[in-house]
């Protein structure tokens, strides 16, 4: 964890607006749209200028050069609008996350919690992870912490007597936006969604306000869900 000093903590004395403006001096509109608005002016620069009939504006070079000036600026200015609208921030998204559960493990295995059998020791901003050892023939198998798009992701890996491994990955903070493809499953009162890909068949859901993530080869959804409701 970080900590801050006074100075850092200052309240900014410029207005948005102004700070707004003072962004815009350094955005820069694309190339490509610069070229082609000088190309423009300069081809109609060296055309020779035509008298035209009362009441129809007369597109002075100059004018076209203020115009291809305007252009510019609006560019800059929607330029500057996504760069603030977006904050510098995303969210990295539940296919990929789930490419962690994927991976291999790094870090041992948490122990089974001895206050409470049916969670293990290890847990995410008070979520903790369950544990499938025992009956249920799942044993915790190692465990994995990432950071994605500025996220923390820790992942706890379980495998079977038959050799079969999921990867049980919780995302810290707010939940990641719902994928709109995939199949939905609802049992128990949780709302499932089904996902594959790259051969994998992921499982995803919310849980205390975190975006969980069940995923593996070869394990078939409606075990997932059976093993997630155990």
């Not at 900014?12 to 820069?28: C, G, I, K, T, Y």
């Not at 948490?110 to 369950?130: C, F, H, I, T, W």
Request: glycine residues 10%; contains cysteine.
């Amino acid at each position: 964890m970080s900590h801050s000093h006074p100075e850092d903590t200052q309240a900014d004395p410029q207005p948005p607006a102004l700070a707004h403006m003072r962004a815009l001096e350094s955005v820069r509109a694309p190339d490509a749209l610069r070229s082609s608005i000088a190309q423009m002016t300069d081809e109609a620069a060296a055309r020779p200028q035509r008298r035209l009939a009362p009441g129809v504006p007369n597109w002075h070079p100059l004018r076209l050069r203020l115009a291809g000036a305007g252009a510019l600026a609006a560019a800059a200015v929607a330029v500057l609008a996504i760069v603030l609208g977006s904050g510098g921030t995303s969210s990295p998204t539940v296919l990929q996350a789930s490419r962690v559960a994927l991976a291999p493990a790094e870090l041992a295995s948490p122990a089974e919690n001895p206050r409470d059998r049916s969670k293990l020791e290890s847990s995410v901003e008070g979520l903790s992870y369950p544990y499938w050892g025992g009956r249920r023939g799942w044993p915790a198998a190692g465990a994995r912490r990432d950071r994605l798009d500025g996220r923390t992701v820790t992942t706890v890996f379980y495998v079977a007597h038959s050799g079969a491994r999921v990867g049980y990955t919780i995302v810290a903070g707010h939940p990641l936006p719902e994928p709109s493809t995939g199949t939905v499953i609802e049992r128990g009162g949780v709302r499932f969604r089904v996902l594959s890909s790259a051969g994998a068949t992921i499982l995803t859901w919310r849980e205390s306000g975190h975006t969980c993530i069940l995923a593996g080869r070869g394990v078939p959804a409606r075990a997932m869900v059976r093993l997630v409701l155990s």
